[in-house]
Nanobody, 115 residues
Framework: QVQLVESGGGLVQPGGSLRLSCAASGSIFRSYAMGWSRQAPGKQRELVAALASGGSANYADSVKGRFTISGDNAKNTVYLQMNSLKPEDTAVYYC?????????WGQGTQVTVSS
């Protein structure tokens, strides 16, 4: 069984920063990629950033230049540094792990950007 535990969400003012963390544990024999998605109320879940096992990173256009994903696929940890936050970044952020056996999700952590 694979478990993902996220932390680091909270309330921040526009222009502020937050750092999300995710640690995966369990029977993980190989990881293809880890990443972060988010879901705002009334909207579909969208991919925010992904980090492949080879080290390459991809970002949604809406967060390029503001968010940075990092981590260690060998240790099954991933982070999301979020700078210059905007109210439209408000959402539940989910960590995702992709392996040969399937895709796993964390429980989500709330990020609220508001003055």
């Amino acid at each position: 069984q694979v478990q993902l535990v996220e932390s680091g969400g909270g309330l921040v003012q526009p222009g502020g920063s937050l750092r999300l963390s995710c640690a995966a544990s369990g029977s993980i024999f190989r990881s293809y990629a880890m990443g972060w998605s988010r879901q705002a109320p009334g909207k579909q879940r969208e991919l925010v950033a992904a980090l492949a096992s080879g080290g390459s990173a991809n970002y949604a256009d809406s967060v390029k230049g503001r968010f940075t994903i990092s981590g260690d696929n060998a240790k099954n940890t991933v982070y999301l540094q979020m700078n210059s936050l905007k109210p439209e970044d408000t959402a539940v952020y989910y960590c995702n792990l992709v392996t040969p056996l399937g895709s796993y999700w964390g429980q989500g952590t709330q990020v609220t950007v508001s003055s």
